[in-house]
């Protein structure tokens, strides 16, 4: 059931994107993508999203912790999903050089064999791409920056680095348009500089992905 709940916020996503996309009096402008040769072969590329500016919406529910503040409005889950580990937040994306390209959902969901964590990022002039991998523990940015000093209900400054998906966890394994038949490698990593009173995360959250097209 859950399986069958969490492909159909998948599918419902892309499909609403999906339709504005293809809708034949809208025209995407081509933004030029930002890609670097890698030495041991294929291309990186590197997606932003700035907190709490980039942030749409969230399940703002105890899974989450954190990293559910600052939405502009809360996603509601049906009653029975309420108890479970899942959190659902959607963001806009930017490419590297700052530039809003796009929209990204993450999907994180604690239970079953382990955590694991889903990433489905559209630019609508490029095509989507689909990111999975192990997900980090549950409130794992929350114990980091409690052990940076962070206490809940007070602001905290500094600078601290998470790194939610390591080196060859997370993998693309999806892809449409330009990103069609890619596969390869990605890396999430979450940089908070400051908290407020609420609880409300300043910071960035990077994609980096290594992809190439099989021969």
């Known amino acids: 059931m859950k399986t069958v709940f969490l492909v159909a916020l ?84 930017r490419d590297a050089e700052g530039s809003v390209i796009g929209v990204a959902a993450r999907h994180w969901n604690g239970g079953g064999a382990g955590p694991t964590t889903t990433w489905s990022v559209l630019i609508p002039s490029r095509g989507a ?3 999975s991998g192990p997900g ?18 007070e602001a905290w400054g500094g600078q601290i680095a998470v790194p939610m998906q390591r080196d060859g966890d997370g993998a693309v394994t999806a892809g449409t348009g330009e990103f069609e038949g890619l596969s390869g490698s990605y890396t999430e990593s979450w940089t908070v500089a400051a908290v407020d009173e609420d609880g409300r995360v300043s910071g960035t959250i990077e994609l980096n992905t290594i992809t190439s097209r099989p021969q």
């Open 136 to 153: 980090e523990a549950r409130g794992a940015l929350e114990g980091a920056l409690r052990a940076g000093g962070y206490s809940a209900g």
């Open 10 to 93: 998948i599918l419902g996503f892309g499909g609403t994107l999906a339709g504005a996309h293809f809708a034949p009096w809208l025209e995407h402008a081509r933004l030029p993508s930002h890609t670097s040769v890698v030495a041991n072969g294929g291309r990186g590329e590197q997606f932003l999203i700035r907190l709490p500016a980039d942030r749409i919406a969230a399940t703002d529910g105890e899974a989450g912790g954190l990293r559910a503040k600052g939405a502009g409005a809360a996603m509601l889950l049906p009653a029975q999903f309420v108890a479970e580990p899942l959190l659902v937040e959607h963001f806009k994306v």
């Open 129 to 131: 791409l689909v990111l």
